[in-house]
């Protein structure tokens, strides 16, 4: 039986900041939402098994017109009010969907305004703010000016709607003064901007399309004040891409952001791909700040193969949907059906499809027959096991561990997963190979080592799930008998270490940890 284990976990922690793209509040937080956040939940979670000193931020960006007419809706005149009560929402959702961010940002706080202010200063001093007049078309959905690559049949590709148009005395940022280096960059670096495909678009759009943006708003509702004119508002999205900087101490806190920054994965949806990849590092070219390492776009999310919306009546809430499924069900169903950075579709049908048959009948049989053996024919202790029992190698081997690594270290959470199940259904089998209810009765010796290799594997198990389904890791640890906070503290490589359940604990099999439903 094995007895080694992969190398030890580094005793220098490297930092890993990785963020969400700030959400609008001109609604409550969708599947959608919770998918691009529980992708970033998962992500940290490794990260933080592999001994890395992570800093994940989340939050929601207050500053958008969006805002103030879904205010307007409701009838709600205190827009800050509104603002308040929907940022609670948000932070509230989060907390039910168990995603553990170490901060969360909201973009009317004092210490992002200062922080922007710092930032405008670097690049006003650089000579990139102009004042002039913009023409063209603006689409209210993007909270953008368009041009023609943005655009299908003269509407806007993302929102399906004709731009108005606009012309307005504005600041401007001089984003073409970047065009030959951010053109560099991208193509210098070629984890820069993923998945690969994303990259091409990126570089058409500013090898073809790229121009100077407007970064004030005439009049505004809302808003930081413009630093040069107070009739202006500094433009949502040039204020909302430096929440990156404020939620590490740019203004305020020097050692936590030279410790974090630059950021190492910066997470959104391909919709809004174009601010992060070609505006947002020209803006820190010209501020003089280090360009983020990765900048990562996942695809659309439909519903039953139609787009996401209110009029379709097909908006699902995360929150509801955890009253009806374990939330872990629900990110093993999202992480595993919906390949990361490509388009993916919710079902419920399909939801119900895969508890049933992956969770309730593949894991939670071998878990419950498991203990319920272990409880036959050993009082539910856990058995002695022979180092020279032929033909039992353990089910989870060292190569399983590291294939299980290298996709996590991809962002491969479907194929990940699919390791995990490997082991899962290698069990299943297993049982019925050895068929212990025989053996109890012709080689007790070999019963107690096909016991405890399949209670080692579902330990072992917990820890390839944690980062993924850390509430399911927990409950077959507690079951297991183990503390579960014990079994955590322990680094990532150590507890690969064959045979970390010790013969003699007391199990505590419990009810069916996914229950069929019918």
Known sequence: MRRGAANHTNLMPKKFYLTTPIYYVNDLPHIGHAYTTLVADSIARWRRLQGDDVFFATGIDENSQKNIE??????????????????????????ELDIYNDD????TEERHQKAVYKFFDLVNKKGDIYKGTYEGLYC?????????????NDCCIY????????????????????????????????????????KNEVLNYIKDNLSDISISRQNPKCGIPFPLDKTQAIYVWFDALINYLTVIGFENDEQKFKKFWPADLHLMAKEILKFHAAIWPAMLMSAGLPLPQTIYAHGFFTINGEKMSKSLGNVIDPVELAKIYPLDA?????????????????????????????????????????????????????????????????????????????????????????????????????????????LAKTNPARLKDVIYNLLETLRQLGWFILPIMPMTAEKIWEQLGL??????????????????????????????????II
Request: aromatic share 12%; net charge negative; with cysteine.
């Open 70 to 95: 879904a205010a307007e809706r409701l009838g709600e005149t205190d827009i800050k009010k509104y603002l308040d009560k929907m940022g609670a929402r948000w932070q509230e959702t989060w907390d």
């Open 104 to 107: 969360f940002i909201r973009t």
């Open 140 to 152: 209210d959905g993007c909270e953008a000016y368009l041009t023609e690559a943005d655009m299908v």
């Open 159 to 198: 929102h399906k709607k004709k731009p108005r148009k606009v012309s307005e005395e504005n600041y401007f940022f001089r984003l073409t003064n970047y065009r030959d280096a951010l053109i560099h960059h991208i193509e210098s670096n070629p984890g820069f901007i993923r998945p690969e495909k994303r």
């Open 330 to 438: 629900i990110r093993y169903f999202l992480l595993r059906e919906i390949k990361f950075g490509e388009d993916g579709d919710f079902s419920l049908v399909h939801l119900k499809e895969h508890y049933n048959t992956d969770l309730a009948n593949s894991f939670g049989n071998l878990l419950h027959r498991t203990l319920s053996m272990t409880e036959k024919y050993f009082d539910g202790i856990v058995p002695d096991f022979s180092d020279k029992s032929e033909g039992l190698d353990p089910l989870c081997e060292i190569d399983l561990w590291k294939d299980f690594t290298a996709v996590m270290d991809e962002y491969r959470f479907d194929e990940a997963l699919d390791v995990a199940w490997k082991i899962i259904m290698s069990g299943n089998q297993f049982i019925e190979k050895e068929r212990p209810w025989d």
């Open 483 to 516: 503390d579960t906070a014990k079994e955590k503290a322990q680094p990532l490589d150590l507890a690969q270490v064959w045979g970390g359940l010790k013969p003699g604990t007391k199990i505590k099999k419990g009810e069916p940890i996914f229950p069929k």
